[in-house]
């Protein structure tokens, strides 16, 4: 079954590194997505990683993909007040033809001054 | 860029009132999909389109319906509201194609308070 699963809130310091953490279930997952939702606004998507490769970096972005755990993790460098958001892991699954994606429960990031 | 737009940020109806909730797209996409979004639950789909005229259900489809009359536009249907669809409402669409193009594009939700 599909279940995409991350911790609910994250605080850390200007300039630290935020790593945000997710897990899912479906082995077939092909693609995983990394969206953010500022406050008052739609989600957004960040980046997203095809599910043969291990990382990918996007200038203070990193995405690691474990697929023998089915972990996925974001982890955003220099961390900046503007960064404050929900964070939200997806999946989508090979086969399910016209689907949407599957979300996590969103991980709120608090980043103090 | 693609705009999603969904035509209330803020809605509030009594229990038992039938409610529209109007979404628009402008990139021609065939895909829309209809999500609630609720604290520590995360999205849950609750209906989306492949094309007009066509819709299918998703994880929580029970108290809604939709409507898929033009392309661009995809209408989520409250038929008699209730307090525990209280929620966050986010519209999105996508183009079809190849997997790499399921990037989803998002409206800016609609708060619906049912009192």
């Known amino acids: 079954g599909e279940d995409v699963e991350q911790s609910l809130f994250l605080s850390v310091r200007e300039g630290d590194s935020s790593v945000i953490n997710c897990t899912y279930t479906d082995s077939s997952s092909t693609y995983l997505y990394w969206y953010k939702q500022e406050p008052g606004a739609g989600l957004q998507l960040l980046t997203y990683?095809?599910?043969?490769?291990d990382m990918k970096q996007d200038q203070r972005l990193t995405v690691l993909l474990n697929k023998k755990d089915k972990h996925l993790s974001l982890r955003i460098a220099d961390t900046q007040t503007g960064d404050s958001a929900i964070y939200f892991c997806a999946e989508s699954i090979q086969g399910t033809g016209r689907r949407a994606l599957t979300f996590g429960s969103g991980t709120r990031l608090q980043v103090q001054p | 860029d693609v705009k999603v737009t969904q035509s209330s940020r803020y809605l509030v109806k009594r229990t038992g009132e039938k409610v529209f909730l109007e979404c628009v797209q402008d990139m021609d996409h065939e895909n829309m999909f209809w999500y609630r979004q609720d604290p520590g639950l995360g999205l849950r789909l609750i209906y989306f389109s492949y094309d007009v005229k066509m819709k299918e259900k998703g994880d929580i489809p029970e108290g809604y319906s939709v409507s898929r009359e033009k392309k661009e536009r995809f209408s989520l249907i409250l038929e008699s509201a209730s307090t525990n669809q209280t929620s966050m409402y986010l519209c999105?669409?996508?183009?079809?194609?190849?997997?790499?193009?399921?990037?989803?594009?998002f409206g800016s939700g609609t708060q619906l308070s049912v009192l």
């Open positions: 999105a669409s996508r183009a079809s194609g190849a997997m790499a193009n399921e990037k989803l594009f």
């Open positions: 990683i095809f599910s043969n490769m």
